[in-house]
């Protein structure tokens, strides 16, 4: 039988037939040992092949194979620092939702994310959240934020997913689409959801005042039929983001506006560091290319400290 994993708990999986009929399943222990390095071998999205098996009191399902993936997010681990962890496959898009406080999401998370994104070929929407508690110059500092990565190419949406503001717009976004929400806790993902789909009903909880931090309503990546056409994957919170099998000198071709600068490099292997008449390094100059996004990708290839975080100006903080 052939099925769509809608939920992963790290050693079962739910899985829907094309008939709408959902098994759980496990896997069949040769996956563990196929080459797979990622800590979850089958991942929400997968589309797999299972063989079903009558304990006596229900029928379970055994995962035999993982049909080619057509895409899939994948970050490092966080408690394995060498293995890395698929956060869901076969996308066609995926969604950052990004708070400027409570909690706040810099930029290099922001830049990680969507490095990765573009290495393996998945469309990122920005949405910014909770923009009606924000005062008039937290609004100006999203607007900045938003113009930025609109000018590289990035789809941008102001919203709140608490009183509905912009929703509509995501839900265009998402018809006939299989899509992933992702973020830090806290930054309104299960509220969005049951704002785009009120049938779902997930749980939600409030920030943490003592830490300012989302709290983990959401425990496993699960995906959701909507009550429109299309699919919702919702993923836990995540506070770290490393990249993942890329070398230094790969990861600006990944940076839109750098790649479209590189041609112009003296240098074809130009690494846009110390080289001379580097396009990258003239642009940066010229406020044609953002400090933050320079100083995220700097980071990236120097493999500096993730802990450190960079504000919306490239600040370290």
Not at 111 to 125: G, K, M, S
């Amino acid at each position: 039988m052939i099925g769509t994993v809608y939920k992963s708990t790290g050693s079962w999986y739910n899985v829907k037939t094309d008939k709408g009929v959902f098994y759980e399943c496990r896997i069949k222990g040769k996956l563990r040992i196929k080459g797979i390095k990622s800590t979850n071998p089958v991942a929400v999205g997968d589309v797999v092949v299972f063989e079903l098996e009558n304990t006596g009191d229900e029928t379970l399902g055994v995962i035999s194979d993982i049909v080619d993936r057509k895409n899939y997010i994948i970050r490092k681990s966080v408690n394995l620092s060498k293995q890395t962890h698929i956060i869901a496959a076969n996308l066609d898009q995926v969604f950052l939702l990004v708070t400027l406080n409570n909690p706040v999401t810099y930029s290099i998370f922001i830049d990680r994310f969507l490095v990765t994104a573009e290495a393996y070929h998945i469309p990122a929407v920005l949405l910014f959240n909770k923009i009606d508690v924000y005062n008039d110059d937290e609004l100006t500092e999203i607007k900045y934020l938003a113009a930025l990565y609109r000018k590289i190419g990035y789809t941008c949406i102001g919203i709140s997913a608490k009183t509905g503001k912009n929703v509509n717009k995501v839900k265009e976004l998402m018809l006939k689409k299989t899509s992933m929400f992702a973020g830090h806790s806290g930054v309104g993902k299960s509220t969005l959801i049951n704002a785009i789909d009120p049938n779902l009903t997930l749980k939600t909880a409030e920030i943490s005042q003592q830490h300012l931090q989302g709290q983990h309503t959401t425990t496993f990546a699960e995906m959701f039929d909507l009550d429109f056409d299309g699919r919702i994957i919702d993923t836990p919170g995540i506070k770290g983001f490393g990249i993942v099998d890329m070398q230094p000198s790969e990861i600006g071709d990944y940076f839109p506006e750098f790649f479209e600068l590189k041609e112009h490099c003296k240098f074809n292997n130009c690494m846009h560091l110390d080289e001379p008449k580097c396009a990258v390094k003239d642009a940066l100059e010229d406020n044609k290319v953002s400090w933050s996004r320079y100083r995220s990708y700097v980071q990236m290839i120097t493999g500096e400290d993730e802990n450190y975080r960079i504000d919306l100006y490239g600040e370290k903080k």
